[in-house]
């Protein structure tokens, strides 16, 4: 062993090297450095940026804090402090810090009575801290981050306007990097998929919304992909909430044969079916048509099943008069409400 290459390799990290880690751009790194003073306890040769493990600990604090939507300054000063970052509120549904809607401090009442965490602020800026917590493959900050959005805005807004453009970001993200950094950005899309799947199946308290309920004697809605479709998350949506409004539901996923589907239907006697394609080679134009003609029932008394097809990859195919085609997670529960409702 080379001895005297051991204090340069204890030096610290480069700057290029604790962006990667941190998932922030270099740039990044110096601004905050030049105006939060978070910058290296330490330069090699006078100049160079080494970064000691506590200089990450503080970047990491700042990483945190900013992905819960703590204004940049105040995310600063208490990552320099670290009996200050102690008692900061955990990632809990409602007790995130983050600022106010009507632009008061952080984890304070507002106006409505209610105490606003990371989910009660602007939810865009919620869905860039997902991307950067991906980035970082931050585990632990998705899972609060995702709990509070749903506890603060609900199941159908956190999906909307934080879960689905945290997932086109990262996306983008993927499809402007090179071979290099793209690989990163598969395992930051991956990361943030998983939790926000796990996110759909909890189970969150339900909601009064009326559906149709016994009118439709409890008959369920069926949730499944086009053959050949793998993408699940936006079924995982739908299921979570239909199920938070207490609609019974079978989800059986990706890549259902259309055999099986129509066999499922029989057996089941569902008042709805869902049919999700995101991509238009899985979008059969002939499935819905099939879905729709299954029947079952006494003879002279058949009944068959509303169908919804949804997803881009249904957007080139035009439908049939009696398939209805939801623009959206809210469109989709009404248009199901509508069809529990008789």
Known sequence: MDVARQPSQDAGLTTGALALRLGVAPTTLRSWDRRYRLGPA????????????????????????????????????????????????????????????????????????????????????????????????????????????????????????????????????????????????????????????????RPWPARDAPDGGAAAHDRPVLLACAPGEGHTLALEALAAALGERGTPVRMFGAAVPAGALTEAVRRTGPCGVVLWSQTRPTADRSLPGRVRATTWGIKGARTRPAVLVAGPGWSRTRPAEDVHRPRGLAHALELIGAVRGG
């Open 42 to 201: 330490a330069r090699e040769g006078g100049r160079h940026r080494r970064w000691t493990p506590a200089d990450v600990a503080v970047l990491e604090r700042m990483c945190g804090l900013t992905a819960r939507g703590v204004a940049p300054a105040e995310a600063a000063r208490l990552a320099r402090t670290p009996d200050a970052s102690q008692g900061e509120p955990g990632p809990g549904p409602a007790t995130v810090p983050g600022p106010r809607a009507d632009g008061g401090a952080p984890g304070a009442v507002g106006g409505d009575g209610r105490e606003r965490g990371a989910g009660g602020a602007d939810p865009a800026r919620v869905a860039r801290g997902l991307c950067r917590a991906a980035v970082r493959l931050d585990s632990p900050l998705l899972d609060g981050l995702l709990a509070s959005a749903v506890a603060d805005h609900g199941l159908v807004p956190a999906w909307e306007d934080v879960m689905t453009p945290a997932l086109r970001a990262i996306g983008r993200r993927w499809a402007a990097s090179g071979d290099e950094a793209a690989e990163r950005y598969v395992e930051a899309e991956h990361l943030l998929s998983w939790h926000i799947s796990c996110a759909l199946r």
